[in-house]
Every structure is written in C-alpha cells, then in structure tokens.
C-alpha cells in the first residue's frame, strides 16, 4: 500500500535517485546492504532494552536500509532468486529482533497496568507478522500477485519506528501522567499492529484462496 501512495512513490524515486547511484559507484552489492541492514535490526534488541527512543531509530534505519537494498538490487539488475530468499529470511529475524528488544524493554521497564497483557500482545504481533508475509510468499509461488492489505512490511516498520518515537517522547514531557508513564500511547500502537497485521494476512488468505478456487473453475476440462 505505501508503495502505492503519492509519498510512497515520491520517496522510491528520491532513493533512486541518490542512494542508489551513489552506492553503486562504490561497487556495494544488494546482499552487503542486507547485512548491514541485519545488523541494525539486531541492535534494536539493546536499543530497545535502553529507550522506545533508541528502539525506533533502529527499527526505522534498519527499514530504510531494507528499501534501498531492493532499490540497487533492481536498478543494477541484480536481483536473483537467492538474494530474494536471504533477503525474505533476513526481514523475518528483523521482525523477531524488534519485537524481543521491546519484550525486554517492558521486562526493564514495568508498567503499572496491563503489564501481563504484554507478552500475548506482541505474539500476537510477531505472528501476524510472520503471517502476513508468509501468505505473500506462498501466493507468490503459486504464481499470484499478493500485496493487500495495509500492514504489509513498509507499513509495520513505520507504524512501529515513528510509534516508538512519539511514545518515548510522551513519556518525556508527560512523566507526571499515568497514560504516558504506562505507555499507554505504545500499548495502544502494539495492539493496532497486532489486529492489523492478522486482518492484513485473513485479506491475503482469502483473496488467495478465491483467486485458486476462480483459476480452478476457468481451467477447461
């Protein structure tokens, strides 16, 4: 969906045009741009434990990375079938980095209320996630185009970087606050990504179950 927008677009073309040529003089490859982009995805787990602050800032380099890895891969016609894989794989243990280092940073940092909500809350989250792009990929192999929904992985890392952010800023200027000091503003960004992601894969699974069911009624006997 957000590569669909105006911003969307108007941002994929700035990458284009600017990091793309510029990592491409320096002779950098897609699969150096993913692993680096791991590599931030794995410090959200202490920048998480430390501040939602931190936590957002990586989670959102770590995406930024992430687009303009698939940008150079396609602009200097390199994208292959294993660095599409690896790059599937790395974004899986990218979502589970994010979602543990704000595990730990609820175990650090108790709130007063909802504090056992926490942990069923961002399973559900990381296995919308995980649903959500498992769905893509295996109408994909079946030779469909699946990207419905509004919670796909742009959209996740977006919600979850600038949630983090506005919600560590909160704190910041409202500590006397019992909404801001629970995390309220965070809870409720986790719960919108927990419900979106699982409405975002039943959309998926449905349009694929009903596109097979339609190719299987046109096919002739």
């Not at 016609?77 to 980095?97: C, H, K, M, V």
């Amino acid at each position: 969906m957000l590569r669909e927008s105006r911003v969307g677009r108007r941002y994929l073309k700035w990458i284009e045009e600017v990091p793309v040529p510029f990592l491409s003089q320096r002779s950098l490859k897609p699969n150096h741009l993913s692993i680096t982009g791991l590599i931030f995805s794995l410090l959200s787990i202490p920048a998480y434990s430390y501040s939602l602050w931190l936590g957002g800032i990586s989670v959102l380099v770590s995406g930024a990375i992430d687009t303009v890895d698939g940008c150079l891969a396609r602009k200097a016609n390199q994208q292959t079938p294993s660095g599409a894989f690896l790059d599937s794989i790395l974004d899986r243990y990218s979502d589970f980095f994010a979602i543990f280092g704000i595990w730990l940073y609820f175990l650090f940092n108790p709130v007063n209320i909802h504090q056992r909500l926490i942990t069923p809350l961002l399973l559900l989250f990381l296995t919308g996630s995980f649903l959500v792009s498992y769905s893509r990929a295996r109408g994909e192999g079946l030779g469909l185009s699946v990207s419905l929904g509004y919670f796909g992985r742009a959209e996740r890392v977006i919600t979850l970087g600038a949630g983090s952010l506005i919600a560590d800023l909160l704190v910041t200027f409202f500590p006397a606050q019992t909404w801001a000091s629970d995390r309220l503003f965070f809870i409720a960004i986790l719960l919108l990504l927990a419900v979106g992601t699982h409405l975002t894969a039943l959309r998926r699974i449905l349009f694929v179950l009903k596109s097979l069911d339609k190719l299987s009624k046109d096919r002739p006997e």
